[in-house]
């Protein structure tokens, strides 16, 4: 079969680009998907993702290598194996980032990728209540929840502490005022998940010039005499097909799973192609380079007041919860259970705010292994838990063998800076600053982990060590740049040295973003239709 146009992955990226591609009706999409459909109820509420946290049907359920500078540990990866990707399982916190993010993309090169290039882009796909405005659209297919007046009362009390200890208040971190503690959006529409797939693909589904394929799992891309990408081969139920693109193949399978096709496809490392058999087509050495992920680690509370733990630890809380979802949309099932945080500065001699929070009013461990689920703590309880803005450490992806159905090799090489183990240990100091608040103090009845004998820098970074983990916004593996050796893709998103080939997602981000990714993957797709759609 041939297409003018063939999108790899279905995630937060590919279902807009299938939208975008095929809105005109003069170009042919195909869209391929690894995993299967997102029909599962569970997709739609919000706190369906604790379903997913562990689910090899939907997710990926990826590792890193150990990690040298986290106690040797494997970190969980979890990524979408469904219609819909990461966007589909994820916590849905929305978040743009701070305007210095992009500035700093475009310093590097990126001309058109400046904070102020892309605010259309981020306008373009929201539907926000505060309607059309300088920070947000009021039209777009991604629907934007303020938790505002729906989040459990103790997160008032966080926001009250913070502001007796002189922090400001944000009342939108995506809107002027970045800076400070406050409640989070989520993209959420009548207290179901809105996802790209849901808001972009679906509605669309019946047009005749898009086709989606599942369970196509990409083997490699084709090439024609001159090095122009002309197609892709996928393994669908133990079958290869072969699909033809008459204008370009564009790459959207994420972070780890696009620059793993690039090297099966012989584009990559020259050196690193000659140790696994696959010939070369063209020496790009960046691909899987400057990985990126925001790292963080909680500090678990037993509270004086009741917490979500109390609704969520028995049969008839949750019942009860259930009911009020299923009867009006609302409650605790239709938010995040990330619902108060706010960006920090470490010391006053920041720029900017360079530290996350995220508190909430529940406590759960993270389990050990995949056979248990997340599980409130048997007491009233909460957590507050932290992850720098913007680390300077650069992992890498890597495939394992030639053969695609190998999980890529992820190496993050976390805590490799010294500016990364300093906001560790600064993280945990403002942590345990604002836990001191009159009002926090007030409601605390005792640390429960790390606890009072965790208290000084060294025994702070050691349990950083031992417990941080990813929160899951892999990213630059692709990066966007203007040098090829250092860089997979142009400023127009078009790979160095191939034709026939773009990457859209993730990968491209030349740094990673202050705060969640999702809404920069969304706002890079968007961007990215465009370009090429003005390029055909």
Same mark, same amino acid.
């Given at each position: 079969?041939? =297409? ?9 990226? &590919? ?19 690894? #995993? ?7 997709? +739609? ?17 990826? =590792?890193?290598?150990?990690? +040298? ?39 590097? &090169?990126?001309? #058109?990728?400046? $904070? ?16 059309? !405005?300088?920070?947000? #659209? ?8 303020? /938790? ?11 926001? *009250? ?96 799973? !696009?620059?793993?096709? %690039?090297?099966?496809?012989? @584009? ?53 919860? #259930? ?11 239709? /938010? ?6 706010? $960006? ?12 996350? %929070? ?22 009233? &309880? ?52 604002? /836990? ?9 009845? *005792?640390?429960? %982990? ?12 050691? =349990? ?7 929160? =899951? ?34 990968? @491209? ?17 968007? +961007? ?9």
């Amino acid at each position: 079969m041939k =297409y003018d146009y063939i999108i790899v992955g279905a995630g937060s990226a &590919g279902c807009i680009l299938a939208n975008r591609l095929s809105a005109s009706g003069e170009h042919s999409v195909l869209l391929l998907e690894a #995993g299967g459909k997102d029909s599962s109820p569970w997709f +739609k509420v919000p706190v369906g993702f604790a379903k997913m946290y562990y689910n090899p049907t939907y997710n990926w359920m990826y =590792y890193s290598e150990p990690e +040298k500078q986290l106690a040797d540990r494997r970190i969980y990866a979890p990524r979408g194996k469904v219609q819909g990707g990461s966007g589909s399982i994820n916590a849905m916190i929305y978040v743009r980032g701070q305007p210095h993010d992009f500035d700093d993309w475009a310093a590097g &090169g990126n001309d #058109g990728w400046s $904070f102020e290039d892309v605010l259309p882009y981020f306008r373009k796909l929201e539907s926000h209540p505060l309607g059309d !405005t300088a920070y947000h #659209g009021a039209d777009g297919p991604i629907h934007i929840s303020p /938790m505002k007046g729906h989040t459990h009362p103790i997160c008032d009390t966080f926001i *009250e502490g913070c502001q007796q200890l002189g922090y400001g208040r944000s009342e939108d971190f995506n809107g002027k005022d970045f800076e400070g503690a406050g409640l989070y959006d989520v993209n959420t529409r009548n207290g179901q998940r809105c996802s790209s797939s849901f808001a972009y693909l679906h509605p669309v589904l019946g047009r005749p010039n898009l086709a989606i394929e599942h369970h196509a799992l990409a083997q490699r891309l084709l090439f024609d005499a001159q090095g122009r990408v002309t197609g892709v081969v996928v393994s669908q139920h133990g079958v290869e097909h072969s699909f033809s693109a008459g204008k370009e193949v564009i790459l959207a399978a994420g972070a780890v799973d !696009t620059p793993k096709l %690039l090297q099966l496809s012989g @584009i990559a490392d020259r050196e690193l192609l000659a140790r696994h058999g696959i010939p070369l087509v063209h020496d790009l050495p960046a691909v899987g380079r400057n990985l990126q992920d925001h790292l963080c680690v909680s500090y678990y509370y037993k509270a004086n007041v009741p917490t979500l733990n109390d609704e969520l630890s028995s049969l008839l809380g949750q019942v009860k919860l #259930g009911i009020q979802y299923l009867l009006t949309r609302k409650g605790a099932l239709s /938010m995040s259970v990330n619902q108060a945080g706010g $960006f920090f500065r470490s010391d006053a001699q920041q720029a900017h705010p360079n530290l996350q %929070l995220y508190f909430n009013p529940l406590s759960y461990q993270i389990p050990k292994n995949n056979k248990t689920s997340l599980k409130p703590e048997p007491y009233s &309880g909460f957590l507050l838990c932290f992850n720098p803005c913007r680390p300077t450490s650069r992992g890498s992806i890597e495939i394992a063998s030639k053969d695609p159905a190998d999980a890529a090799l992820i190496r993050p090489n976390y805590l490799s800076t010294q500016k990364d183990i300093d906001e560790a240990i600064q993280g945990s100091r403002l942590i345990r600053t604002i /836990m001191a608040a009159p009002a926090l103090k007030a409601i605390t009845v *005792e640390e429960v %982990l790390p606890g009072p004998a965790v208290d000084d820098d060294e025994a702070m970074l050691q =349990y950083f060590r031992e417990n941080s983990g990813s929160i =899951y916004h892999l990213c630059g593996s692709c990066a966007m740049g203007a040098d090829p050796r250092t860089s997979v893709v142009d400023a127009r998103l078009r790979v160095h040295g191939v034709e026939g080939l773009r990457i859209v997602d993730a990968s @491209i981000f030349p740094n990673v973003t202050s705060g969640n990714t999702n809404a920069a993957v969304m706002m890079v797709a968007e +961007k990215g239709a465009d370009l090429i759609l003005a390029d055909a």
